[in-house]
Nanobody
């Protein structure tokens, strides 16, 4: 499985962006699809995840502002980011975890939020 993340960019505080992660190859609704982010000088951190069609989880820092969703018909996971803050600035990565435990990472997309 290869993951291609896109949709990042520069946005003012309070604005919105939608990230996409397109998966090539065979995927399953039981794959845990997640978004992580890494800010300069910091460790990569969990943002949100989804499994099956409706199970979602979020980091406390983004809860209520970000929404993760997936379209299994086109093997794509989205991250809708609203009310963006400068502290959301980071490279965002998508991750797929198979039930077997095998993990795949995308290449990352830069999100910059100006104050």
């Amino acid at each position: 499985v290869q993951l291609q993340a896109s949709g990042g960019g520069l946005v003012q505080a309070g604005g919105s962006l939608r990230l996409s992660c397109a998966a090539s190859g065979t995927t399953s609704r039981t794959d845990v699809m997640a978004w992580y982010r890494q800010a300069p000088g910091k460790s990569r951190e969990y943002v949100a995840s989804t499994v099956n069609y409706s199970d979602t989880n979020y980091a406390d820092t983004v809860k209520g502002r970000f929404t993760i969703s997936r379209d299994n018909n086109i093997n794509t996971v989205y991250l809708q980011m609203n009310s963006l803050k400068p502290e959301d600035t980071a490279v965002y990565y998508c991750k797929a975890t198979r039930r077997s435990g095998v993990v795949y990472w995308g290449q990352g997309t830069q999100v910059t939020v100006s104050s």
